[in-house]
């Protein structure tokens, strides 16, 4: 009786500490800007999977294949197409992703607690093998472990999805582990998806893919505003100004807190390109996103509560490849 009381007592209190609100950016003080975008690109390296077997140009005896996930990857700061340049238009500074090779535009250093800030926009050109699918490009955040986990392109990480239609989804790149979110399961044919909602008092552990509550984006050609928040093991997601998806309680694989890592710019099929990318330390939320956000368990593991009704619900998704 007394070991039951105590472990209610510790889940009280665990509830209620996770629930605290955090301090927001007005009273925190202002944001010190780190600008990553320069013309050398000084602040990145790149990594270059395997070329599809219709890229043209490519050095002599440069391996290609149909199956890029199986090929042989060009590797570190390899890039003789320039899938990753700079442009000036307008006064500004353009990161170019052409799109043409799977790969990234990785930072050098690693970063956590940080707000993320960019516009982003698509180009007109698209590439095998996506040429009839959507168009993608996402920013990988909490980036850990070997180059080229996932399809001899990107390390294992968090996804903000790019993806056209899906903006700000979460995918967990490469088995790089799991996260909470607040939200509802949907089903659609054979699967099930947990949708992000807050309102919510359900929380879904997800391993693989969760979806935005709405996409905000804007059409084709127009600028887009992203903005990532992490702090501690929480990241949020926001596209034009609405909060998409908020992840809770982020772990990798092994179980240890996932809240630290560098940032990948996806190269996946698809022109795009970005300005004013810049990187802040997290002092807080803006008033104007923490008004749309809830954070926090109040399903917890009591003694005696099913699992089903608990926050241990686990969702596992497993993608038919790794072009979603």
């Avoid at 809240?259 to 970005?274: H, P, R, T, W």
């Amino acid at each position: 009786m007394k070991s039951t009381r105590r472990n209610m007592s510790l889940a009280f209190i665990v509830c209620y500490v996770i629930a605290m609100p955090v301090v927001s950016a007005a009273d925190a003080g202002g944001e010190k800007w780190t600008y990553l975008l320069d013309r050398d690109l000084s602040h990145f390296d790149t990594w270059l999977g395997t070329p599809h077997a219709s890229v043209e140009g490519l050095p002599e005896g440069t391996p290609q294949s149909s199956n890029i996930r199986d090929g042989t990857p060009l590797g570190l700061n390899n890039d003789p197409t320039q899938v990753f340049s700079v442009i000036e238009k307008d006064d500004d500074l353009l990161l170019r992703i052409s799109g043409e090779i799977y790969g990234s535009l990785i930072t050098k250093e690693p970063y956590d607690d940080y707000h993320l800030s960019l516009w982003k926009k698509w180009g007109d050109k698209k590439w095998a093998p996506r040429l009839q699918m959507p168009k993608n490009s996402g920013i990988l955040y909490h980036s850990h472990g070997e180059h080229g986990a996932a399809a001899n392109a990107w390390m294992a990480s968090f996804e903000f999805q790019g993806m056209t239609g899906n903006k700000g989804d979460l995918i967990t790149v490469a088995g790089s582990g799991a996260a909470y979110v607040r939200g509802r399961m949907e089903d659609a044919g054979n699967r099930r998806w947990v949708r992000y909602d807050s309102s919510s008092e359900e929380h879904f552990r997800v391993r693989g893919r969760a979806m935005g509550d709405s996409y905000p984006e804007k059409p084709h050609g127009e600028w887009n505003k992203l903005d990532l928040y992490t702090f501690g093991s929480t990241s949020v997601h926001v596209v034009n100004g609405k909060v998409v998806l908020v992840v809770e309680d982020a772990i990798k694989s092994d179980g240890t807190p996932l809240n630290k890592g560098q940032i990948q710019f996806q190269s996946e099929g698809a022109e795009c390109f970005f300005k004013e990318i810049k990187i802040s330390p997290f002092v807080g939320l803006p008033p104007e996103i923490e008004e749309q956000i809830k954070l926090g368990f109040k399903t917890c593991n009591l003694p005696g509560k099913s699992s089903k009704t608990s926050r241990d619900f686990v969702l596992r998704y497993f993608f038919p490849n790794w072009s979603l």
